[in-house]
Structures are given as C-alpha cells and as structure tokens.
C-alpha cells in the first residue's frame, strides 16, 4: 500500500516549441492521504448596536448558511458571541454537533444546527454600548466560563459580522496574534468578516493574516462566497507544497486522480470551479505561511469535498512545474 506521507518525485522532460529553444519543466507527483476531517471550533462574534438593524434578516441567512454548511461535517463546536460583551462569555454555552464514522450524530440541542444557529445569534440591536469585535473574540477565547468550547488541538474559525467598524483600543496585530495562537499548530487558525464597508480596522484583519482571512460586505447572500472556508480540513501528513513555480498558472497545467484505500476504483478529479459546485474537485493557492519556506514556492494543493469522506481516500496530482 502506498504509503500516507506526501510524495513528491520529479522527472525531467522536454516539451518542444516550434520556434527558439525548447522549453524544460518538471512533473511532480503529489500523493495526498485524505482522512476524515479535523474537528472545527467556530466562535461567531456579533454586533447588537442600532446600526445593525438593516441586517438583521441578513444576519440570520447567514447563520442558517453556517449552520447548513457545518452540519455536514460533524464534530464541531459552535460559540455565539455579542461584540460589546464585557466578559466574553458565550450566549447560552455552546452547540456541539459531532457525526462519527458509523454516521452517529450527538448533539446538545434539538431541531438542525440551521434552525438553531439563527436563534442563538438573534440578539437585536438596542447595544448603545461601542462593538468591540477583535478584543470581545481574544475575550472569549479565554474567559473561564467558556471552558469546553475551545479545543487546542482543534483549528479554530473565527466569524465576525458588524455594522460598524471595530473599536477596540489595543492595536489590530495584537489582537490578531491572539486569534492565531489559540490553536496548537501554527496556521490553524482563520478569521472571516461580513461588514458593512469600509471599516479600517476590520479589514487591517486581512492584512494581519494573509491567506487566513476573509473581508467581505454583509448582507443577503454574501456569506455563500466564504462559507466553504468553516469547513473542517483534512489531516495530510506533511504540507502539500510544490517545490518549483507552475509552467501554467492559470489554469494550472494538472492531471488528478483520486483513489480507494485498496486502489481498486479511480477517476479523475475536476479543477473546482469559482463557487466549487463540482466538488469532489481541486484548487491550487497560495499559502506562504505554511508553503514559502527554502527552495519551495509558496503554492499548495488542496482537495474539496462535499461531504465528510467515511474511508481512506488518496489523490494523485500530476503537475508541470518550472525548470529552476
């Protein structure tokens, strides 16, 4: 059986033009191991102030979103926070919605996550008090009341949905730099924003986390771009990073199969298309944090998936790389 680590081979071949020199490239071979996912810590900070009325059915759409979204995963947990809370403590505990491999569910709350996320995240709009979204989720990611929400192994998404732009005193680095170390393993994780814009401090967030965040409007809709991002990853054993730039980067130039565990089914995999609506499929992205380290590019393969895989699958990707 091959084994779950990341393989990468490269053989040396040439591909002639009909004028000039002949142009060299590489192919590397990408094994993925693909099990089913990490667990996933979802802590959704929201304002309440009078700017949020307009919103409020916006709002609860993209809740009943998250909540469509993470129920076809399982193991999550699912925290719901008001963006002027002096404390940081979690309106009504937590949701947890956990699925394991026999198809199980158990849950701490009745009805769907859909149903149930949009009434936890129903907390109106009469706050005179200022939103404080970036300092409320460093709050609650260490208040004792919490205990139980935030699993350190587990990678962490923060949701952030406001009217008005954050105003929080400390600087945004360091509120940011709280976020990211709240999981163990570096990279782990990621912050979204649904904003009424601009809003400065709110998308200096982008900045503070490249490749990690997410800045766009609130509204109807608009979480449908960025919702896929809350899904569980995953577990790959060592980065799937490519070593040399892309011949073609766009579209990349890759042939991807996937395989069973026993290899006795394979097909091949589409590249994804803008809304990923063809999954199972690929993309490739770039990931500087994980993939920029020496003699590499800062790209990285990444699989998608509709619904939580129940076996052991593989993916092999074949791509044209740069001669260095």
């Not at 040439?14 to 990490?38: C, H, K, M, R, Y």
């Not at 690929?282 to 393969?301: E, H, K, M, V």
Request: proline share 10%; hydrophobic share 40%.
């Amino acid at each position: 059986m091959r084994s779950l680590l990341l393989l990468a081979t490269l053989t040396a071949c040439t591909s002639p033009e009909p004028v000039g020199e002949p142009q060299l490239f590489t192919a590397v071979d990408l094994w993925i191991a693909v099990a089913p996912p990490q667990p996933r810590d979802v802590l959704i900070v929201i304002e309440r102030s009078p700017a949020m009325e307009p919103y409020e059915a916006a709002v609860a759409q993209t809740l009943n979103t998250i909540g469509l979204e993470l129920a076809r995963w399982g193991d999550t947990h699912i925290g719901v926070v008001a963006s002027d809370s002096e404390t940081g403590e979690l309106v009504d505990g937590y949701l947890v919605d956990q699925v394991d491999l026999l198809r199980v569910r158990t849950t701490n709350y009745a009805g769907t996550l859909a149903e149930v996320l949009p009434q936890r995240g129903a907390l109106g709009h009469a706050s005179p008090a200022p939103s404080r979204p970036l300092e409320v989720a460093t709050r609650a990611l260490r208040e004792p009341a919490n205990t139980g929400f935030r699993r350190r192994s587990a990678p962490l998404a923060v949701v952030i949905l406001a009217a008005t732009d954050d105003a929080s005193t400390a600087p945004v680095a360091d509120l940011v730099q709280v976020i990211k170390e709240a999981p163990t393993r570096i990279g782990d994780a990621i912050v979204v924003i649904g904003a009424r814009l601009p809003a400065p401090r709110l998308e200096a967030v982008a900045a503070a986390m490249p490749n990690r965040a997410f800045v766009g409007r609130i509204g109807p809709g608009e979480a449908d771009v960025w919702v896929g991002t809350l899904a569980p990853r995953w577990p790959l054993i060592g980065p799937p990073c490519f070593e040399r730039p892309l011949l073609d980067g766009d579209p990349a130039n890759c042939t991807v199969t996937q395989e069973s565990e026993d290899h006795t089914d394979q097909h091949l995999l589409p590249m994804c298309d803008a809304a990923s609506t063809n999954m199972p499929c690929w993309t490739i992205r770039r990931d500087p944090q994980n993939c920029g380290y020496a003699n590499t590019s800062d790209l990285t393969f990444e699989a998608h998936y509709r619904e939580r895989p129940d076996r052991l699958l593989y993916v092999h990707a074949q791509c044209a790389t740069a001669q260095p």
